[in-house]
């Protein structure tokens, strides 16, 4: 059986984790990845924890993919970029606004030489708006979106998240996006441009703390707990830690039987949550 994307060409022009981890999700299903980089070489590949020479990172973003290296800011390469392009359905290029067109492969430009094409630009802030001029990475963003506000402990600053979220639900969300497009395509026989911003995708991440938005006191980093119900939290036991989560009254029933605690509705868990704590601490502390 031929994979989802088999017979379809991306063309990726991007660096770093976005772009790249949107074009492998797309290569995981089949699809065809010609990844172009700078003469030097894309800059990650010199990042450290390397694997034969090249950056760790670098093979996990671009497996699945071939490559070529092409100067596109001399025209010898724009011509070459131009014919990979007629021969592509998607493009994806993580740069900040107008670099792409600065070098003659905006989507304007590229739709002229294909009309059909599929052009997804992935940035920090997208196309629109104040921000769009601005360079943003992973760490920039969690803090602008609020992601870091609602991580740690209440009684310690505000903390990045551990893996680059931002990164990954930006390339999630684009690789989504050309699907989507793919198969508009297939219905219609039109390209599309495709505006992705890693500002707002993150944004739609943090919905757990829209209820509080209007409020006097915001939402508050509350380290492991859950801001609804309880118990959720880490327990040290005597070979390590035990990570447990409750999320249905079936769930809380079955470890308030097991503390030999009185039960009580979902609702009303958050209330108790200090003594389910206690309780779970001593509980683990024996095991």
């Given at each position: 059986?031929?994979?989802?994307l ?7 022009l ?5 772009g790249?981890?949107a074009?492998r999700?797309?290569?995981n ?5 010609v990844k172009v ?5 894309e800059?990650?590949?010199h990042f ?6 090249v950056?760790y990172?670098?093979h996990v973003?671009?497996v699945?993919?071939r490559?070529?290296a092409i100067d596109s800011t001399?025209d010898?390469?724009r ?7 007629r021969?592509?359905?998607?493009l ?8 792409m ?10 739709k ?14 997208g196309?629109?708006?104040p ?16 992601v870091?506000?609602l991580?740690?402990?209440a ?5 990045k998240?551990?893996?680059?979220s931002a990164?990954?639900?930006?390339a ?7 699907v ?6 297939r219905r219609?026989?039109k390209?599309?441009?495709i ?8 944004g739609?991440l943090?919905?757990?703390a ?5 409020t006097p ?14 118990p959720q939290n880490?327990?040290?036991t ?21 503390l030999d605690?009185e ?6 868990s ?5 003594e389910?704590?206690?309780a779970l601490?001593r509980?683990?502390?024996?095991r």
């Amino acid at each position: 059986m031929s994979a989802p994307l088999a017979n379809v060409r991306i063309l990726e022009l991007s660096a770093y984790t976005t772009g790249p981890l949107a074009a492998r999700y797309l290569s995981n299903l089949g699809a065809e990845v010609v990844k172009v980089e700078p003469l030097k070489g894309e800059s990650v590949r010199h990042f450290a924890y390397k694997v034969d020479g090249v950056s760790y990172i670098f093979h996990v973003h671009n497996v699945n993919k071939r490559g070529v290296a092409i100067d596109s800011t001399k025209d010898r390469g724009r011509d070459l970029i131009y014919g990979l392009v007629r021969k592509s359905d998607v493009l994806i290029e993580n740069f900040t606004f107008g670099r792409m067109h600065s070098w003659g492969l905006g989507y304007d430009d590229l739709k002229s030489i294909n009309s059909g094409l599929i052009y997804c630009s992935l940035s920090g802030f997208g196309h629109n708006g104040p921000y769009r001029n601005m360079r943003a990475f992973d760490t920039v963003i969690q803090g602008m979106t609020g992601v870091m506000s609602l991580t740690g402990a209440a009684d310690f600053p505000p903390t990045k998240i551990g893996v680059s979220s931002a990164d990954n639900v930006g390339a999630a969300a684009g690789a989504i996006a050309i699907v989507a497009a793919l198969n508009y395509k297939r219905r219609t026989g039109k390209g599309q441009h495709i505006n992705i911003s890693m500002h707002d995708v993150q944004g739609w991440l943090n919905s757990s703390a829209w209820p509080w938005l209007d409020t006097p006191e915001g939402a508050a980093r509350d380290g492991n707990h859950h801001p609804a119900v309880a118990p959720q939290n880490l327990y040290e036991t005597r070979d390590g830690l035990l990570a447990i989560e409750v999320e249905t009254q079936t769930q809380l029933n079955a470890v308030t039987d097991l503390l030999d605690l009185e039960r009580c509705d979902l609702e009303q868990s958050k209330g108790r949550e200090t003594e389910f704590d206690t309780a779970l601490s001593r509980w683990a502390s024996k095991r």
